[in-house]
């Protein structure tokens, strides 16, 4: 059952992450041939995180009540099908309107993944959460990495129509969320017992304290890391002299492609080091390599980066694991990730944006590593998380 569990969440992923790369890449479209601002881009993004996040909360705690995590993650896989198909009509038209409609959709669509995914695994794995996530995370990385370039080929392959690309990838993203329907998966969702966190006031505040730091540590280190990516793909065309093909996809498949190692590593060191340890060296060093990459444009920089920045998901929620019972795990992630990583979604892109209109992209990029550093100075006053059982990663 762990391993059906574990395939099932890291196929979503892979599907959910990738889906996620069509809008920056799409970005780009829009500022270098529909001439769209980059504010209004910036905006765009800020909407798309901006329902997810209000979204997350809601859809979690509705599942928290009804144990049905697998069927409403697929659930969320499939509207993102529709979404897809949506943006890539708008694009079409050239319909502002629509486009608006489309990244909300989508933006919907994307706040039930990761709460949903790692409370199932955290529920499953229990103390070996930070692994299962990790190797579950990778996937989702896998999918980051693929989504560019596929994308872009078959973009390039049907004469550069969008319609006809959103219209593959959303099929693929429909079809990828039917076994999520039909599996049939009940989760232990009872209290645990064997938890070292107590129903008590002392510990119920030591856990809230906990989820707000970590929630503000990953809002500010959301504003660094989302403003950069949704705005990754036009940096590298207008900066560096990408061209807008195959080329450009193969850049950013080689820099996001660091994660699928870097996922299970990290999430099997925060088991074995520590989790908040962890995560606030991998805020400092995706600050510092996006810093180099911009002073020396090799893409080992930005591949380093990547092995940072898109390697949050194993460390941030199995740290919430930690911190909860398990039977809230799904409504905590959804705080911390619906909040503070979707949250800074809506500021990071709307800020680079802005300061990009005025400026330049490379400034924009630069400011916003300031609030990445701030990120990692927050973790050290993050609480260290009690131990938890652990159970066999497979069996």
């Known amino acids: 059952m762990k391993y059906k569990i574990l395939t099932l969440t890291s196929i979503s992923h892979f599907i959910n992450d990738g889906n996620s790369w069509f809008l920056p890449v799409s970005f780009t479209f829009l500022i270098e041939y529909l001439d769209i601002s980059k504010f209004l881009v910036g905006v765009l993004s800020g909407i798309f995180f901006g329902v ?172 660094f890391t989302q403003g950069i990516s949704q705005f990754l793909p036009t940096l590298l065309v207008g900066s560096f002299d990408y061209s807008y093909s195959v080329n450009l996809g193969e850049a950013l498949s080689i820099a996001l492609s660091a994660a699928v190692v870097g996922q299970p590593i990290l999430g099997l060191l925060s088991d074995r080091v520590g989790r908040r340890s962890i995560y606030g060296i991998s805020s400092v060093g995706a600050v510092i390599s996006f810093l180099l990459f911009l002073r020396i444009p090799n893409i080992v920089f930005l591949c380093i980066f990547g092995f940072f920045t898109f390697s949050a998901f194993p460390l941030m929620l199995s740290l919430v694991g930690d911190f909860v019972p398990r039977n809230s795990t799904s409504f905590a992630n959804s705080i911390v990730w619906g909040l503070g990583v979707t949250g800074g979604g809506v500021i990071g892109p709307i800020l680079m944006g802005s300061l990009s209109q005025v400026s330049n992209l490379i400034f924009a990029s630069e400011i916003l590593s300031i609030v990445g550093v701030i990120s990692a100075l927050v973790v050290p006053f993050i609480p260290k998380p009690p131990k938890k059982s652990k159970v066999p990663l497979f069996g």
């Open 52 to 223: 997810s996040a209000l979204a997350s909360p809601l859809v979690t705690r509705l599942v928290d009540r009804s144990n049905t995590h697998a069927r409403i993650m697929g659930l969320g896989i499939l509207l993102w099908g529709f979404g897809l198909i949506l943006f890539g009509s708008s694009i079409s038209i050239n319909s502002l309107p629509l486009m608006i409609l489309a990244v909300a959709i989508a933006g919907f669509s994307s706040a039930f993944y990761h709460p949903l995914g790692a409370a199932i695994l955290s529920i499953t794995y229990k103390g070996n959460a930070g692994t299962a996530l990790g190797i579950n995370g990778s996937m989702g990385s896998l999918g980051r990495a693929i989504y560019p370039t596929l994308m872009l080929a078959i973009f390039g392959f049907f004469y550069r129509n969008m319609f006809l690309t959103s219209l593959i990838l959303g099929v693929i993203s429909i079809l990828a969320s039917l076994p999520s329907f039909f599996a049939n998966i009940q989760l232990d969702t009872r209290k645990d017992d064997s938890a070292n966190i107590k129903s008590n006031t002392s510990n119920s505040s030591f856990s809230i304290v906990a989820i707000i730091l970590l929630t503000i540590s990953a809002l500010l280190r959301s504003i």
